[in-house]
């Protein structure tokens, strides 16, 4: 039976509060991302840095951040072909890894629904069947949002020789205005590219499906469901915008900014993420007219 999206709220939070559990891939994501951050860092500075340092001899104690500028100008000057690549590859690591816990967490959230609880066995089950899938997915969707750079190049061409343009911009007023339009085209095309494969991701996992699979049966669900599938992903933007503006509104401040940060931090990872993780299943669930379990069998097997 196809639920109402308030039912699907409801529902989906009394599920989430019984699997609070469901935060687990989202803290070991947050963790293997600072560890790419730290490796990458560490990485950086033992190939560009410490030989730079050693070439020069300068004391990396008495380095004033000028000098660390330059050197960094230095390296990137020198050296952009190779970080470009190296950063690549450590992106598309990354986004591997992720694709694991993301599909681990739909997996839980998955089991949550028609079981009533999870495990984290479900999300190492739901993580290794499906986080290539999702890789090759999310790699296809973003090369589809970037090919959107077509949208610019008519007001790059027109402003043309880009140094007479930093001297003058009056003068190619016309190319501005093109390429102010062409941001906002392609702006919109990003948007709508996020609400058509808002269910995809789910589609892959709940149903164990290929990635044109996948976009097929996550395009087909949307179709299906434009109004409430707009919705929900409208849901998931003002949640977003919400903790932007507080963030906004407190950055005026320094001790209340940091705080905020760091609790906004926490908030998204254990809290946010894993209930719309839970919300979104259980929505694409209702509108496959998959079973779920409820309630009423909750109280009767607890």
Known sequence: ?????????????????????????????????????????LVFTLVFIVPMISEQNIDPESISPEEMLNMFSSVFSESMLLLIIVGIVLLMLYMLVQSFFAAGAIGMAKVALEKGHTTLSDMFRAGR???????????????????GLIFLVPGIISIGDISLFLSNPDSEAAGVAALIIGMLVWALYIIGLSIIFFLVDYALVVDGLDPISAIEKGISVFKHNIFSVFIMWLLVVVISAFLTLIG???????????TWSFVEFILSTIVIQP??????????????????????????DY
């Open 1 to 41: 039976m196809v639920e109402d999206i308030g039912t699907v709220i409801s529902k989906g939070f009394d599920t989430w509060i019984k699997n609070l559990n469901i935060c687990v891939p989202f803290i070991l994501e947050m963790i293997t991302a600072i560890a790419f951050f730290v490796f990458a860092l």
């Open 129 to 147: 069947d499906n986080f290539l899938n999702l890789f090759l997915v999310n790699i296809l969707v973003s090369m589809l949002a970037i090919a």
């Open 248 to 258: 906004e509104a407190t950055s005026y401040v320094d001790v209340v900014a940091q």
């Open 275 to 300: 209930l719309i993780t839970v919300l979104l299943t259980r929505f694409y669930l209702t509108r496959t007219e998959k079973k779920l379990y409820s309630f009423d069998d909750y109280i009767l």
